[in-house]
């Protein structure tokens, strides 16, 4: 198809604001998928997504549009995660990409991640087309949330489309306003190929898949490739289209989207952001590549069981592949065996990553407290990076200790102000500034140290405004704080999988917190088991978890009570040598337990 005709573009909105729906919508009115084929959210391809109603992993599907100029259109359409957690996904999304669709729930109005995505959006020169959705429902007010669109684009209000991705409500102005804003990819196909890897996917009969969009030149089957970063070189055995499915062509021109396959085998061979060019006629500088995303928090994964280590390798290697967001690095622990310490974007990132893997893989996997990654400064100068807790230091050793913090917007109904606020407070939040947008909407802007809202400051901000609060962060710089490590002791060993950095004035209420908590979960022994939290040599908290007792004088009745006492001293001894060996059983909920506390 001519270049001019070809249109790339993204749906990108806070969550839940319908952008799954509308790109549902789109497909229908297209006529890309027939009405047997149909089902709710069919971009989003996991069980995981579906169950959760949320996008995960962005999605590219191909459209082809008869507009009313009578002229067909080829459309690419992305659909992308609305979570702070995805805004890796998001970026990546953008870069393919040459306007975005900026949804807007017309209850809710502006949030948090909708001006995050937009800066990103607008940062990449895409052609932004507002768009407010959910007008079909009673407590819609499409008429506030144009005036809020207005502030931030400063758009006139007719050029704001109305829509209900749910009744299919103005879905073909939205594909007329693409055809007509959006510019056509530039490029030129007669020069040297330079493609974009904007993402990939690994496939057990056609080893891993680069999905690309060509920005000049053009890739046939047969073609010698290669990539700019890591100067492989590999054979296109196959190159295709999603119409949602893959669909083979016979070549991908410049301006499109689809994927490769070549027979390449490792996943770590493929870089997100590099350049394929052509082996025989390369390009001569790559494309510009992706900002290399920081994990913001960390974790240890242990398989229950230890023979399971390999095949949790391999999954980890597999699910690296289609989240470059996702790191890992083998480490052992103690008490859990071999096993990743894996770095994540969010909490959220997090718990997604855990189900993948024990869905799609099949294991019993173990997670400990996680915690962010610390700069110590230790006292012959030199300083480390310590993500986790069982790497810090001797007390003795430490000069200072620094914390990452994040500048975070919080955009809340009026009304939740003050909640809000004592909450921020809590969390060791300072202040920066309040902005009031509307008569009844204001964003906050505060500092926060990133450990103190990775757990659930979230979920605590959608219960105090009722579910009308929204909050984004981005990373600001590391900061010293007055901090300790916490560890928790059973009968006087360290259980390293619970140790923790944490804030040295809750210490000690965080400490019995979770021996208060442990006492309940960790299941009666043959012998009594002492929970103790410390920090350094010093005991803040303990808790005992009584043994199972067998009535061993049960048996006597009346007589002398020397023997009774003989029963009982010798089941004492017994119990002691018990302790002695015997190992402490951890129940798995318990360590998801304590990382909520």
């Given at each position: 198809?001519?270049?001019?005709?070809?249109?790339?573009?993204?749906?990108?909105?806070?969550?839940?604001?319908?952008?799954?729906?509308?790109?549902?919508?789109?497909?229908?009115?297209?006529?890309?998928?027939?009405?047997?084929?149909?089902?709710?959210?069919?971009?989003?391809?996991?069980?995981?997504?579906?169950?959760?109603?949320?996008?995960?992993?962005?999605?590219?599907?191909?459209?082809?549009?008869?507009?009313?100029?009578?002229?067909?259109?080829?459309l690419n359409l992305i659909d992308t995660p609305g979570h702070v957690d995805f805004t890796y996904e998001v970026s990546k999304s953008v870069r393919a990409c040459e306007g975005a669709l900026l949804l807007v729930d017309a209850t809710q109005g502006v949030q948090a991640q909708t001006v995050a995505n937009l800066y990103m959006a607008i940062e990449n020169n895409l052609t932004i087309i507002p768009v407010i959705n959910k007008i079909d429902l009673s407590s819609a007010d499409p008429e506030n949330v144009k005036s809020q669109i207005r502030d931030i684009l400063h758009v006139e209000d007719d050029n704001v489309l109305l829509v209900s991705a749910k009744e299919g409500i103005g879905t073909e102005e939205v594909l007329e306003r693409v055809v007509s804003k959006v510019p056509a990819p530039s490029g030129s196909p007669d020069e040297p190929l330079q493609a974009l890897v904007f993402d990939s996917q690994y496939d057990t009969h056609k080893g891993v898949l680069i999905y690309i969009k060509v920005v000049n030149g053009r890739i046939k089957p047969r073609m010698k490739i290669k990539l700019m970063q890591t100067s492989k070189k590999y054979d296109v055995l196959e190159l295709g289209v999603f119409k949602p499915g893959m669909h083979k062509v016979s070549s991908l021109e410049c301006g499109e989207v689809g994927y490769i396959a070549a027979n390449i085998k490792k996943a770590s061979d493929i870089i997100n952001g590099d350049t394929v060019t052509d082996a025989e006629n390369p390009a001569e500088k790559p494309l510009p590549g992706y900002k290399k995303m920081r994990p913001m928090v960390f974790s240890g994964i242990y398989p229950v069981n230890t023979k399971d280590f390999p095949t949790l390798r391999d999954a980890i290697d597999k699910l690296r592949l289609s989240d470059a967001s996702f790191v890992a690095e083998t480490e052992s622990s103690a008490s859990m065996g071999f096993g990743f310490r894996c770095g994540f974007l969010g909490l959220l990132h997090m718990e997604i990553v855990q189900e993948r893997l024990e869905r799609e893989y099949d294991l019993d996997l173990v997670m400990t407290t996680p915690s962010v990654v610390y700069r110590v400064k230790k006292t012959n100068g030199q300083t480390l990076e310590v993500e986790n807790p069982m790497k810090l230091p001797p007390q003795t050793e430490i000069e200072e200790i620094a914390e990452p913090f994040v500048t975070a917007t919080l955009m809340v109904p009026v009304d939740s102000l003050g909640n809000i606020m004592e909450l921020a407070q809590q969390r060791r939040g300072v202040y920066i500034s309040t902005e009031y947008l509307t008569p009844d909407r204001a964003k906050l802007v505060y500092e926060f140290p990133l450990s103190e809202i990775i757990v659930d400051f979230y979920d605590k901000i959608k219960s105090l405004t009722r579910g009308y609060g929204s909050l984004d962060y981005e990373f600001k710089a590391y900061q010293p704080s007055s901090l300790v490590k916490l560890d928790i002791l059973l009968n006087g060993e360290p259980c390293d999988a619970l140790s923790a950095i944490i804030y040295k004035d809750r210490a000690q209420l965080k400490g019995r917190a979770i021996a208060e908590r442990l006492k309940e979960l960790i299941p009666k022994q043959m012998f009594e088991v002492a929970i103790q939290a410390a920090v350094g040599n010093q005991i803040i908290a303990r808790e005992t978890v009584g043994a199972l007792k067998k009535n061993v004088t049960g048996k006597c009745y009346g007589g002398d009570i020397t023997r009774k006492r003989k029963l009982w001293a010798k089941q004492k001894e017994g119990k002691k040598r018990l302790k002695q060996l015997g190992k402490v059983q951890v129940p798995q909920e318990a360590f998801f337990a304590v990382f909520k506390i």
């Open positions: 198809m001519d270049l001019k005709r070809v249109r790339n573009f993204c749906i990108i909105a806070h969550i839940d604001h319908g952008k799954s729906t509308l790109a549902d919508r789109i497909l229908q009115f297209t006529g890309a998928i027939t009405v047997r084929q149909f089902k709710n959210q069919l971009l989003d391809s996991m069980d995981l997504e579906r169950e959760r109603g949320i996008t995960i992993k962005a999605s590219a599907v191909r459209i082809k549009y008869k507009a009313r100029d009578g002229k067909e259109y080829l």
